[in-house]
């Protein structure tokens, strides 16, 4: 047994091996490490880690089980709130969250708990181990828009209360950003995020692929043609937003979401009928989990890369595990700068970004202190390929082909954080669609909590 202060390392594929390959960086935890890193648990009375969680998960309980080695009880148990653990356990940001505030933290290391939860949702997965429910069939239906990790939860948790639930999916592949945004090196797309939509299909669920709501059909024909008596929107915030400099329309400019979705959910790594641009040198501009990827998955396909971002290392809103990664891997890091031009060729591709040097002044209304420009400090930096990863917001489709549906001044759907509950009568939506970019597990979060609303709704007209 280790020192009960210091967490269980995990066995992560070497950098310079990884910076060349689609696999998987982190190899998880054997059955023997996942056991020991669990006795690291101290089972608190009032433990502050359930209340970390967004969907709320009994960590202690599961943790317990595994320290026991009931595998399939931990899994059980996890499973009653998460229909994604394989995925959470990979992508969350625990350390803000369960993790941060577990007691172990305050004088050593916080038990590994998103590590451990990959754990037993493998375990189970890897032993045919599926979520379980006998809930009887109540003959409601509700449609499901989208299927990223707001429209699982919420169809999934709705499916074990007896609903009839059938998602609807604009492109041909289920799990949303899971499948498309987050790449395979993090999340195994076939492996695991198809196998946890398997499970959620299990529960009853259809999914219907390549149906683009608001075009093939409307939330009001669902409604009032096809015998939908309740929805949730869940789709997502797919919209790239761009900088308005001089140069962005050169060929060669990609936003990190055409960027990563060319290669996750394409495969154009592997499958050259889909092109995808393989640049020598790559400036990524941002400094979130999406250029992170963007960055990362660059360097793979064999480029020299660049982060530019405007604030200092303190402010990089990436997870801190992505950035490590990143370094280590061999991106480079940019700080306190920011593109004003990007400069192309004769023939308009990228040749270089001009860049102006940055420093930090006041706060702003976020609380981080405002990036200034330092006048006269601009330089060029030669590349081919530019990624614009600057934040995303929702698709206006949706709301601009519903009637009644209220959207803010961002165009995220409006919606209350307790149930979901639009300006729609029936019509609930979560997740990114609401909130903007945000997590897996706050999309999960908001899924979980729309379903309550939908059946408190059903309940109310009973
Ligand atoms: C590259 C990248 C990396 C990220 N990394 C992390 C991470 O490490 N950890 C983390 O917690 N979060 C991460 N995020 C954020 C996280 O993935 C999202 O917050 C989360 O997926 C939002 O879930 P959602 O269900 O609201 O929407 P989405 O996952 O976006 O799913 C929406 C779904 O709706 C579908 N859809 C959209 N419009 C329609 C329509 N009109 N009709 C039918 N279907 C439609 C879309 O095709 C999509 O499948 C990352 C995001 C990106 C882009």
């Known amino acids: 047994m280790g020192d009960p202060m210091v967490r269980v390392p995990i066995s992560e594929q070497e950098p310079l091996v990884r910076a060349k390959n689609f696999e998987e960086v982190c190899l998880g935890y054997t059955e023997e490490e996942a056991v020991e890193e669990a006795s690291r ?22 943790i317990e089980q595994v320290k026991e080695r009931n595998f399939e009880k931990a899994y059980e148990i996890i499973s009653e709130s998460s229909a994604l653990p394989a995925v959470c356990g990979r992508v969350c940001p625990q350390e803000s969250q369960c993790e941060g505030v577990c007691i172990r933290g305050i004088k050593g290391e916080a038990v590994a708990i998103g590590k ?72 195994p797309k076939d492996e695991v995020v198809a196998a946890e939509v398997e499970n959620v299909k299990s529960l009853g669920v259809k999914i219907e692929t390549n149906v683009v709501v608001g075009k093939s059909v409307t939330i009001d024909q669902l409604m009032e043609e096809e015998g939908y008596e309740a929805v949730f929107i869940g789709s997502g915030a797919g919209l790239p937003r761009f900088m308005g400099i001089p140069g962005e329309q050169s060929n060669g400019v990609f936003s990190a979401n055409e960027f990563l979705t060319r290669n996750n959910l394409m495969k154009a790594y592997l499958n050259h009928d889909t092109p995808i641009s393989r640049g020598k040198k790559v400036v990524v501009v941002g400094g979130g989990n999406v250029a992170m990827d963007a960055a990362r998955t660059a360097l793979r396909l064999g480029a020299e890369v660049h982060v530019v971002y405007r604030r200092s290392e303190a ?40 860049i102006i040097k940055m420093e930090l002044g006041e706060p ?20 081919d390929t530019v990624i614009m990863s600057l934040g995303t917001s929702p698709n206006p489709l949706i709301a601009s082909t519903t009637e009644g549906l209220e959207t803010n001044r961002r165009g995220c759907i409006v919606a209350k954080e307790e149930d979901g509950e639009t300006s729609k009568t029936a019509v609930y939506a979560g997740g990114d669609a609401v909130t903007g970019a945000a997590t897996v597990i706050l999309a999960m979060g908001a899924g979980k909590q729309a379903a309550k609303g939908i059946d408190a709704y059903f309940k109310s007209r009973a």
């Open 41 to 62: 648990c101290l089972n608190c009375k009032n433990p502050r880690c359930v209340g970390g969680c967004p969907v709320s998960i009994n960590i202690p309980a599961f």
């Open 116 to 187: 451990l939860e990959r754990f037993v949702a493998d375990w189970a997965r890897e032993h045919g181990i599926k979520p379980k429910t006998n809930a009887p069939k109540n003959g409601h239906k509700v449609a499901v828009i989208g299927s990223g990790p707001s429209g699982l939860t919420c169809a999934g948790d709705l499916a074990k209360l007896g609903y009839e639930v059938t998602i609807f999916e604009a492109l041909h592949k289920t799990g949303g950003v899971l499948v498309y945004g987050i790449p395979e090196f993090r999340l």
């Open 315 to 354: 402010e990089l809103p990436a997870r801190a595990e992505e950035v490590h990664h990143a370094k280590e891997e061999g991106i480079i890091f940019d700080l306190l700068q920011n593109p004003v031009e990007i400069l192309s060729d004769e023939n308009g591709w990228v040749r270089g970004i001009k």
């Open 364 to 383: 702003d209304e976020s609380g981080r202190r405002r990036p200034v420009e330092i006048a006269g400090s601009e330089y060029e930096i030669e590349c």
